[in-house]
């Protein structure tokens, strides 16, 4: 038996009145397969709008992935690595990552990336599921 996933996405679309999951049979063979719960177990259900979802998975790239490995062959700080990143690649009209576009911070970790494997000499791994967003449904 594989180890557990830690949480399973779906998508739903709001009618105006409630949410309406697109596809209820897959998320629950999903959640069977992944998550493997026991009889009684309770979960914790989270709504997010789906841009704020795709961000955040790119914030979990960058910071997770990113930074990480760089910062085990720099040996500087998380923070230390990521001002530098900031003061490089970050638009100069955006003060913070949380503010940008999906498509700012798709490009930004892009340089990130381009950076740690040209500069730092590391090129970045992860799981294929982690580099970019996958839509759910």
Not at 115 to 134: L, M
Request: glycine letters at 4%; aromatic letters at 10%.
């Amino acid at each position: 038996m594989s180890t557990p996933s830690t949480h399973v996405t779906a998508k739903c679309v709001w009618d105006g009145a409630r949410l309406h999951h697109d596809d209820v049979v897959l998320f629950n063979a999903k959640v069977r397969k992944r998550l493997q719960p026991g009889a009684g177990e309770t979960f914790i259900i989270r709504v997010e709008r789906e841009a704020e979802a795709k961000k955040h998975h790119q914030l979990k790239w960058y910071w997770g992935y990113i930074v990480r490995q760089c910062i085990k062959h720099t040996y500087e700080t998380a923070t230390e690595r990521d001002d530098d990143f900031r003061a490089r690649f970050m638009p100069p009209d955006v003060p913070t990552l949380s503010l940008m576009s999906y498509e700012q911070m798709d490009v930004f970790n892009m340089h990130c990336e381009v950076f740690a494997a040209e500069v730092i000499g590391v090129s970045i791994i992860g799981p294929d599921d982690a580099r970019h967003w996958h839509d759910p449904a």
